[in-house]
């Protein structure tokens, strides 16, 4: 949830992160829409592309109970064809442009590895969240505009590029590996002077479905970093392709996922279906207060 004073929790020593002044909570788990401003995101029911359509999925996130909605204007599908920084900068433009008028001050994540098209569109809009795929690999600028913006930042593992990233994917101990990458990056930002840094595994990033479940397996070992933690299944195929299905039919196997997630520490669901995981999270907060008082 988001606070103005933090001052009443001076004396509790809590996860947050600081978002134009104020301080997002994440001591209980919160929720991150997906809106995707593409016409080829691997799930159709995520794709938005008129005013209308972004201002309704938006609408209807806020109400199910999403606390930060996630925008993204470039496809990082497997495979997925690149497009140029303004294209990508002109789909973000309308999305911000859309939900900031209809929504003012509600959080806002930039998915992007581009920096930029994250300064441009903070420099217009004024500060979001930086959610960068590439964890700083695809543009050597990015840690020195979030450092220069002191905007928060998501730092997600991936091997490879979109465009290659499921060609063979090959680690010797997935889990160490991406471990060691976080933590490398993480100290570089922090030698930067940012703090609110959130760190996601990148669950279908240069990963197979071995090295996705692996992780999860093993989610709670990333707790030594001493960072929020995001993961995001929604709908992916290491859901659908064990159950022979589609992302159409991956909710269910997503609430499945997001729930043993939540058992391990974490922090933060990126979904597409925000009222399910809503739900997931307050069941599995009952399960976890009820137990502590018995």
Request: proline share 5%; with cysteine.
């Amino acid at each position: 949830m988001l606070f103005n004073q933090p001052e009443k929790y001076f004396f509790k020593k809590r996860q947050s992160i600081n978002l134009n002044g104020s301080l997002i909570y994440l001591d209980q788990p919160l929720v991150m829409g997906i809106i995707n401003v593409t016409p080829d995101s691997f799930f159709e029911g995520s794709r938005y592309n008129s005013e209308r359509e972004i201002l309704d999925s938006a609408q209807r996130m806020i109400e199910d109970g999403a606390a930060i909605l996630d925008l993204g204007a470039y496809s990082s599908r497997p495979g997925a064809a690149d497009i140029s920084s303004h294209d990508e900068f002109e789909r973000l433009d309308l999305a911000v442009t859309t939900i900031s008028k209809a929504f003012p001050d509600f959080p806002i994540s930039i998915d992007t590895f581009r920096s930029e098209v994250a300064r441009k569109i903070i420099e217009k809009h004024g500060d979001c969240i930086i959610n960068d795929i590439s964890g700083g690999t695809l543009d050597p600028d990015m840690f020195r505009t979030v450092a220069e913006l002191q905007v928060p930042y998501i730092l997600m593992h991936i091997q490879g590029t979109p465009q290659n990233m499921q060609q063979n994917p090959s680690y010797k101990d997935v889990f160490k590996e991406t471990l060691h990458f976080l933590s490398e990056r993480v100290a570089q930002l922090r030698s930067l002077g940012v703090s609110d840094i959130i760190i996601d595994p990148g669950f279908g990033f240069g990963k197979s479905m071995d090295h996705n479940y692996e992780l999860l397996n093993r989610l709670d070992g990333f707790k030594i970093l001493e960072a929020p933690l995001l993961v995001g299944f929604s709908r992916k195929s290491m859901i659908f392709k064990p159950l022979s299905s589609s992302p159409q039919e991956a909710l269910n196997g997503t609430t499945v996922l997001n729930t043993l997630s939540l058992l391990q520490g974490a922090n933060i669901l990126r979904v597409h279906d925000v009222k399910e995981a809503v739900e997931a999270v307050k069941l599995v907060g009952l399960t976890q207060s009820t137990s502590k008082k018995s």
